[in-house]
């Protein structure tokens, strides 16, 4: 049989979210919501939490990895 390198994502929680994105706890989750007031602070790219319990949510590692590559190289495209 061959053996299949898998790991299991890796659930980031919301001040690790914060750490790793230098974004705050508003603007966040204002990235996930649609506003009519700041239409500029939705972003359709940012990555959807997942439930991880009845109050608690969290983000997959490697999903805020490429959002934060995809950042990287939009900016550096700009230039």
């Known amino acids: 049989m061959a053996s299949e390198n898998r790991t299991a994502p890796s659930i980031l929680r ?3 979210v914060e750490a790793r994105t230098g974004l705050s706890r508003s603007t966040i989750y204002a990235r996930l919501r649609r506003n009519p007031k700041s239409p500029g602070d939705y972003d359709p790219t940012f990555p959807k939490p997942v439930s991880i319990g009845v109050k608690a949510v969290g983000w997959i ?3 805020i990895d490429d959002w934060l590559n995809a950042q990287i190289q939009k900016s550096r495209a700009a230039k």
Do not use: L
């Open 61 to 63: 590692e490697s999903e």
């Open 14 to 16: 919301r001040r690790q």
